[in-house]
């Protein structure tokens, strides 16, 4: 594409960068291509970035459609995430970001943890990601397996009841399968905790 044109869309917290198809402000939806935008907090750091190769912006419902996104939430310069689904929008001034379809979290400094899901959903303001549907954590020493999952600014994953989580043996195959209440992954200290309701049974495997 020979002419990009660049422009602002003036909404606090974002910098957006892309080449729109459609650019008259009297359209209800404008439809765009290599979307390019971050978000940035109040004091100026940088929340996350969002790239897209076909998205569209309502400017009466003031959100944003993405196809096929790639969003990487950063701690500073540093990746922490990389999340990516077939579909999204953005939207609550640029607060609320959902994920629907094919939703994979991939934790970066942890070699293969990848969390799996149909929907993902997060509001900027707060440090929790929920994630809904089909949920599967996998990697090299476990797969977790729930229908909701939380993963907290603690670096915790609390898988929600009923959980089955399958250990793997050192060949990488499946060992064992066991359902659960609620389950708690650490990727700190790659430990994985059960409890039930009652509080009094509990458990804790390290690896």
């Known amino acids: 594409m020979s002419n990009i044109y660049r422009f602002i869309i003036f909404l ?6 892309c080449a729109p198809n459609v650019i008259d402000e009297n359209k209800v ?9 971050t978000i940035f907090s109040k004091s100026g750091d940088k ?7 076909e998205s569209s912006y309502d400017n009466i419902e003031l959100k944003f459609e993405l196809k096929k996104p790639t969003i990487y939430i950063l701690n500073g ?5 990389i999340i990516s689904s077939e579909e999204s929008s953005l939207s609550d001034n640029n607060k609320l970001l959902k994920l629907k379809r094919n939703v994979k979290l991939k934790i970066l400094k942890k070699d293969g943890d990848i969390l799996y899901g149909d929907n993902f959903i997060w509001n900027i303001d707060n440090t929790n990601y929920l994630l ?3 949920i599967r ?4 020493n476990i797969i977790l397996n729930s229908g909701k999952a939380i993963l907290g600014s ?8 009923p959980v089955k989580y399958i250990i793997k043996d050192e060949n990488n195959k499946n060992n064992y399968e066991i359902n659960s209440e609620n ?17 009094r049974v509990k458990s804790i495997i390290y690896f």
């Open 12 to 17: 606090p917290l974002f910098m957006l960068g």
């Open 29 to 37: 939806k404008q439809n765009m291509d290599s979307l390019n935008m």
């Open 47 to 53: 929340i996350y970035s969002i790239t897209s190769p």
């Open 77 to 81: 310069e540093e990746i922490k995430y």
């Open 132 to 134: 809904e549907g089909n």
């Open 137 to 140: 954590f996998e990697n090299q």
């Open 154 to 161: 603690d670096n915790i994953i609390e898988f929600f009841n």
């Open 183 to 199: 389950a708690f992954y650490n990727l700190d200290t790659e430990s994985v905790s059960f409890e039930a309701k009652d509080k």
